[in-house]
């Protein structure tokens, strides 16, 4: 009995059971980091970051600890101080170590600290231990065990910075709602929202798999590349993940991709997807709801937004991909506002192929649907005056409707954008898309709220306001 | 005589009853500022169904009713001229003139080491430069020099049963470059070629 027992305060003093607190942040240096090194700390507790740095602030290589499940760590070099209190040790290597990340939650002297659990494998104390304060990663999967995406928890945050970078990311621990795992590029300072080139790139090299390949769930990642990997850019397994001011360009399958079962609420903002060999954007999830907000897919040799079921695209531009500027599936909650579709080249290439599907749930209005390889709009009845109006559907090589009627207050008239061979899709001065927008009115309410057709908000609507008066896209 | 005067209402019916496709399609171009379809090319509409794409005509590369002439399906869409401001060649074979720089094109194609440039001798397609750009698929010559470029080799697994739209389900990785194609491999089930 007391053997048993004894074998259960083992196993529950394992680190097996163990996690880092909830407010540890990583950090990540593509090309200069070091898996070894320690590479997180404590937001709550820390003196002194030792991360965001190419070399260890301290390496040793005779950590130990007295016994099975002690927390104390002892060096006879010694070398630790009081400002590395917060601040991640890697221990690597060495007898009865469990390799991994421990915070260091107090210092008694040069010699001695604690973590905030034990790094033995529960047969003895360690000895001869390889271990690191400081200094950022080099990758998340490492080659050893208990790598930095093993120890990711709800709640934490990895700051990528830009430099050469070319790993199959797979991230499978999930976050929580209130509490999400954050993945976030910076530039040269953390923070510093890096727009263009100089977001970090995930450049796979024409290697196998995923740029990034996130199974976990409740993510939130932002200012990142994914490119030439065979598989996607960016890779969606859980439900509810977040990306923002992301680019996913010229990879071997899909650009953004929520996949096989029920993913729901992925929204994509601000995102850029490019040159894919398959869809832009992909989302087809059972009960997904794609929702696509402020993004650009063009180029690709698919469909630029694939979305399956509960639609919701709102400013987004979808042009000259090899398939459907929209392709939605069998989902009766589709609402796409103020986009564009324009270019599209295919035989079978439609502006909005919105399936057969009838429910009142559709809204698709304030749209620019021109220049597509065959018809401007597709779909099943349309029964409320709201479903289908005020959309721009222009020079469409087919018919400009298949199964849809004309909304009461489209039209057909050259949207002119500005420079749409260089991607400029704001409306130029006359274009009749100007001003000819839901709504004209809001029942109630008094003034004029007429927007334009299209993304661009930002030119002078027919309220008369220009400038600051429209959206600021 | 009677017979004279049907052939005649026969003639006069077809001269004057413009098929749908013709008439749509010349409406199109007007309206969008194109010239008006030729006298070739209303026959060709009227016979085939689609026109021979035009030169330079690039807002798509292909459409419902105008494609190259070497089009056969979704797949292999046939040869076109490269254009500025125009970067998705996917399933096309291109015209890039000899020495050119191409910066972020697509020249994606449906199987592995498939030809994507035009290489007439003197001409098109050699010392070419691609940065950024997606060369899945295509075969890749000593001559070029390719920067920051996805040259994997995939095999995509689907169908073409409608001719005019490739529906692609599965993908099989085969190398990261046409050179390190395996010398003897299997192609997956339903490989399309």
């Known amino acids: 009995m007391r053997a048993a027992w004894l074998l259960s305060l083992a196993l529950w003093a394992s680190p097996v059971w163990a996690a880092l607190p909830a407010t540890t942040v990583f950090e990540v240096h593509p090309a200069n980091g070091n898996d070894t090194f320690g590479a997180c700390y404590d937001t709550a507790t820390v003196v002194t970051d030792y991360t965001n740095q190419d070399t260890a602030q301290l390496t040793l290589t005779d950590c130990a600890t007295s016994g099975a499940g002690v927390t104390t760590v002892t060096s006879v070099t010694g070398g630790f101080t009081a400002a590395m209190v917060g601040n991640c040790i890697r221990i690597d290597s060495g007898t009865n170590v469990t390799a991994g990340f421990y915070m260091i939650t107090s210092r008694t002297d040069t010699n001695t600290i604690a973590v905030d659990r034990a790094p033995d494998n529960a047969v003895g104390g360690i000895s001869g231990g390889a271990c690191k304060v400081g200094g950022a990663a080099k990758t998340f999967e490492s080659a050893t065990t208990n790598d930095l995406s093993d120890a990711l928890v709800a709640g934490a945050k990895v700051w990528i910075k830009n430099e050469a970078m070319n790993e199959a990311v797979t991230s499978t621990i999930s976050g929580t709602g209130g509490s999400p795992i954050i993945l976030e590029g910076y530039n040269t300072t953390r923070g510093d929202a890096p727009t263009g080139a100089t977001r970090p790139t995930n450049d796979r090299a024409a290697g196998a798999g995923d740029a990034w390949n996130i199974s976990g769930s409740q993510y939130l990642v932002r200012y990142l590349i994914g490119k030439s990997a065979a598989g996607d850019g960016f890779d969606s397994g859980g439900q509810n993940i977040a990306y923002e001011y992301c680019r996913a360009t010229a990879n071997g399958a899909d650009g953004f991709v929520s996949g096989d079962n029920d993913r729901s609420n992925s929204p994509w903002f601000y995102l850029e997807s490019d040159l894919n060999t398959s869809d832009g954007f992909q989302e087809t999830g059972g009960a997904a709801q794609g929702r696509a907000i402020w993004s650009y897919s063009h180029d690709n040799t698919a469909v630029g937004f694939n979305l399956a079921t509960h639609v919701n695209i709102f400013g987004v531009i979808s042009e000259s991909n090899a398939s459907h500027g929209t392709l939605n599936g069998s989902g009766s909650q589709h609402i796409i506002l103020n986009s564009v579709f324009d270019g599209n080249t295919g035989v079978n290439t439609d502006g909005i192929n919105r399936g057969t599907n009838t429910g009142l749930g559709t809204v698709i209005a304030n749209n620019i649907v021109s220049n597509n390889g065959d018809d401007g709009l597709v779909g099943g009845t349309i029964v409320a005056e709201f479903q289908i109006n005020f959309n721009d559907v222009y020079n469409n090589t087919g018919a400009a409707y298949t199964g849809f009627v004309a909304g009461a207050n489209d039209i057909t008239t050259d949207p002119s954008f500005t420079d749409r061979a260089n991607g400029d899709f704001t409306l130029a001065s006359g274009s009749g898309a100007l001003g000819a927008g839901l709504p004209q009115s809001i029942p109630g309410a008094t003034g004029d709220y007429q927007w334009n057709i299209g993304v661009d908000q930002d030119d002078v609507c027919a309220g008369g306001t220009g400038g600051a008066g429209g959206w600021g896209f | ?193």
């Open chain 2, 1 to 193: 005589m009677p017979i004279l005067i049907l052939c005649l209402v026969l003639w006069s019916a077809t001269a004057w009853a413009e098929p749908a496709e013709v008439a749509h399609e010349r409406a199109r171009l007007v309206s969008s500022g194109k010239p008006d379809l030729t006298a070739k090319e209303v026959d060709d509409l009227t016979m085939r169904g689609w026109r021979n794409r035009r030169p330079g005509e690039h807002t798509p590369l292909i459409g419902r009713t105008f494609r190259p002439s070497d089009y056969v399906n979704d797949a292999h869409r046939g040869t076109v001229d490269f254009v500025s401001g125009w970067r998705n060649y996917s399933y096309h074979l291109v015209q890039i003139p000899s020495g050119s720089t191409v910066l972020e094109v697509n020249l994606s194609q449906i199987a592995p080491d498939t030809e994507c440039v035009d290489r007439t001798p003197g001409i098109y397609g050699h010392n070419l430069t691609f940065q950024d750009s997606n060369l899945v698929n295509c075969k890749v010559y000593p001559d070029w020099t390719v920067i920051g470029s996805n040259t994997a080799q995939i095999d995509h697994i689907g169908n073409l049963d409608d001719p005019d739209q490739v529906v692609v389900e599965d993908a099989v990785y085969v190398a990261d470059h046409p050179s390190r194609i395996p010398p003897v491999r299997v192609k997956p089930p339903k490989a399309l070629e």
